[in-house]
Each structure stands twice: as C-alpha cells, then as structure tokens.
C-alpha cells in the first residue's frame, strides 16, 4: 500500500513545480509590450498624417503604403500578445487549481497513512476486534485508492490544459513552452494524453443516451450540438461547427498542426471510408521552392465524400526547410500561412453549397494553414454528388504569389483531367484562384 502513497506524494510534487507567479509576469510581460506597440501606432499614424499632407507622387504614395503594411503588422503582433497573455493566464488558473486540489490530496493522504500505520493499535485478540481492525484497515486502502484516482484526474486535466494552450503559444512564438515544469511533448505523449479522454467521453455517452444513436449514424450535426463533446473534440482535434455556414471546419492548434503532412496520410482516410479527389494521388505534388531561403512549400487540394452524409474540401499549405524531408513537410506557421476563402459547389448545375472564408483560423487575419469545411446532411448521399471547388489564395507576397502560380499551371498542365483552372488576382494584397472541376 506504500507504493499508493508514494504516487500520491510524487504528483503532488510534480504539480507543485509550476510557479503561478512565472506565469502571471509572463502574461503581464506581454500585455506591457503590446502597450509598446500602441505607442509606437499612435507615433506611425503621427507620421503618416504628415506624409499625406505633405507629400504626395510615386514616392510618397509608396511610402504611405509601406507604412499601412507596417501598421498591420503592429495590430498582428498587438493580437498575437494579447492572445499569449490569455494562454498564460489560462494555464496560470489551471495549474492554481491544480496545486491546490494536490495540496489537500497530500494532506488527506498523510492523514489516511497515519490511520493506517495505527488501525490495529488498541485492539485485542478477539475476533470481533479483529475484524473491526480489518474492516477499517480495507476502508482506509480503498480511500487511499480513490485518493490517488482524483489526483490523476486533476494532473490529466491539467496536463491537458498545458497542451492546448501550449500548441496556441507555439503557434504565436514559433517553439514550444517549456511551461510551469512541463516538458515538451512528443507525439507518443499527445496520443496518451488522448486516449487518458476515452474514459470521459464513453461516460458522456452513457449520460446522453441520444449521442450513442448519434455515433453510430455518423450524426455528427447532432453530436457537435452537445456543448460537452464539442468542446472535447475542439480542445483536441481543432474541429468546430460554423453554425452560420452549415458546415465543419478546424482551429490552428488541432493535433493535425503537430503532425504536418505525409502522403501516407491520405491512406488513412481511404480505410475509414472516404472517397476524395485529391491532387498529388499520382506523386506528382503541387511543390515549389522559395530560391533565397531554400524553404520547400506544398499546396494539397482534397474534395469529395468524408461519409455517407458528410461532403466537402480543404485546401492545405506545408513547408519543409529543404526538400530532403523524406516526404514529411510541416503546418505553415507565421508568414507562411495563407489566407484562403473556398466554396465547394455542384458542378453540374452551379449550385453552391457553402463558402468557407476562412473560418477557424486564429485572430482577424483569417490566415491558416488549413481552410476545410465539411457539411453533414442526412439528406444526401455524399458520393453521388458532383462537386467541384474553388478558391482565392491570398499569400504574403507578389514572389510566393507567382512561385505558386507557376507550379499550378504546370500541374494543371500534366493532369488534363482535374479540369484545373488558375488566374492571377491582384498584387496588393497577392492573390490567385482556381476552379477545380474534377
């Protein structure tokens, strides 16, 4: 029974070595730098109200420009820390929470250790005390069980949280926090920290009866409707309903971000059942290299049928910092990411079925790595639609623009048969589209 007491007192420990105090400085740091860069805003727009006043012509107009890019980027960076400050302090309040439930385990542990040690102190030999010793020795082992069962849960739910936010804090830092004693994690750790939710979720469906029916009719508008589960399945696989669309789509910090991209992903979705279109299906990828960084970038376009009833696209940007990756390329981050706005549409007939504009990335600037949107309607039989997609991509730059634009049109090219059409848009900001009538 040591050993039972031994685990108590160890995940006390590991709770307890986060610092709520490291936390809060990190979160007051980034506020106290967006103020930074609220000053300097309000010193640009000083600037700028000079420079239209006094002058005007090519140059000038340029320099206004350049000074409206600039400003952006501020209210970006502004958003990014004052999104980082919310995380800290997400997991500031976790972790309070946590140590404080380990602290009272400790305590109620201790106390439960010294009962034991004492149960059968003060009895004789006759069997009736001997039996009261016994009984009140297995009622304190059983509490001491359920002791170390709560305290897992409050390290899990933590753990959890850390993960989370801790995906948001990589996404706006380009690493990941070593946060409050917590080391990074590796894939191996994010399964095992999903599979520790199955518990939790067989015992939602065994609160609402109605999700079982749900499951098994691939439901999932119905699922996604109970505010239990949608918040699970947001917190670890980034999927959210966008009511006012009808249609699925995915956050920035998903578990798919920490995975990147493998073609032999694409199996993976053959074996659950969906039938899609998808570009590169031959080994010929949409692909192309930026010739100053050597940065290596992918374009993947998927559409088609994710279930009986659930039908859509997505549209998905990687990067690789050379292109010996042995096929393996990486969630676009930071400037990297595009802005995309897809609508996926009957071909035969025109008509639209929805428009994702860009719903599910993080902030205003609607960039992501990853534009899907999926419809669930038990209406239809989502392989006997004839659905076609198209899109605008909107990147940082007129090079990516035309690096992009050039490898679509060469792939358009060797594969007639995708119907692939593309067309430059503007240069400010850098755009192209596509229809793609598959």
Request: with cysteine; charged share 30%.
């Amino acid at each position: 029974m040591t050993a039972v007491f031994d685990k108590i007192y160890a995940l006390a420990d590991q709770v307890e070595k986060g610092s709520t105090t490291e936390l809060d400085d990190r979160a007051r740091a980034c506020r106290a730098t967006k103020e930074t860069i609220a000053d300097t805003k309000a010193l640009l727009e000083s600037v700028r109200v000079q420079l239209s006043e006094a002058w005007q012509g090519g140059a000038g107009e340029a320099a206004l420009t350049s000074l409206e890019a600039f400003k952006k980027n501020r209210d970006d960076q502004a958003q990014d820390l004052e999104d980082s400050a919310k995380s800290f302090e997400t997991i500031r309040d976790a972790l309070a929470k946590a140590q404080q439930e380990a602290r009272n385990t400790r305590a109620d542990a201790q106390g439960l250790q010294k009962k034991l040690d004492h149960g059968w102190h003060g009895f004789g030999i006759r069997q009736v005390d001997l039996a009261v010793a016994w009984a009140q020795d297995k009622a304190v082992k059983a509490r001491a069980l359920v002791l170390l069962a709560d305290l897992e849960r409050v390290t899990t739910t933590y753990d959890a949280i850390l993960l989370i936010e801790g995906q948001k804090l990589r996404f706006k830092t380009g690493q990941v926090w070593e946060l409050a004693g917590s080391e990074k994690r590796n894939l191996a750790e994010i399964g095992a920290i999903m599979l520790r939710e199955i518990p939790g979720l067989l015992a939602l469906l065994k609160k609402y009866p109605e999700l079982r029916e749900a499951l098994l009719h691939q439901d999932w508008n119905k699922i996604m409707q109970n505010p239990e589960v949608a918040q699970k399945i947001y917190d670890y696989l980034g999927f959210r309903y966008n009511e006012e669309g009808g249609f699925f789509t995915t956050g920035e910090h998903s578990v798919q971000s920490y995975l990147g991209w493998k073609d032999l992903y694409d199996k993976f979705g053959e074996a659950f059942g969906m039938e899609l279109d998808e570009t590169g299906e031959d080994g010929d990828n949409m692909e192309f290299t930026d010739p100053e960084t050597g940065k290596t970038y992918r374009l993947e376009l998927w559409k088609g049928k994710y279930a009986n009833h659930a039908f859509g696209g997505e549209v998905g940007f990687y990067t690789s910092d050379s292109p010996n990756n042995d096929g393996h390329f990486n969630a676009a981050q930071g400037d990297d990411q595009i802005k995309v706005t897809q609508t996926i549409y009957n071909k035969d007939t025109g008509q639209v079925y929805f428009t994702n504009d860009g719903q599910g990335a993080d902030g205003t600037d609607k960039k992501h790595f990853w534009n899907l949107a999926i419809r669930n309607d038990p209406n239809v039989q989502a392989d006997q639609l004839p659905l076609a997609q198209r899109a605008t991509i909107e990147v940082r730059d007129v090079g990516m623009r035309d690096r992009m634009y050039d490898e679509m049109v060469r792939y358009a090219a060797a594969h007639p048969g995708d119907n692939l059409t593309v067309t430059k848009g503007s240069d400010q900001p850098p755009t192209l589209s596509y229809d793609w009538r598959k």
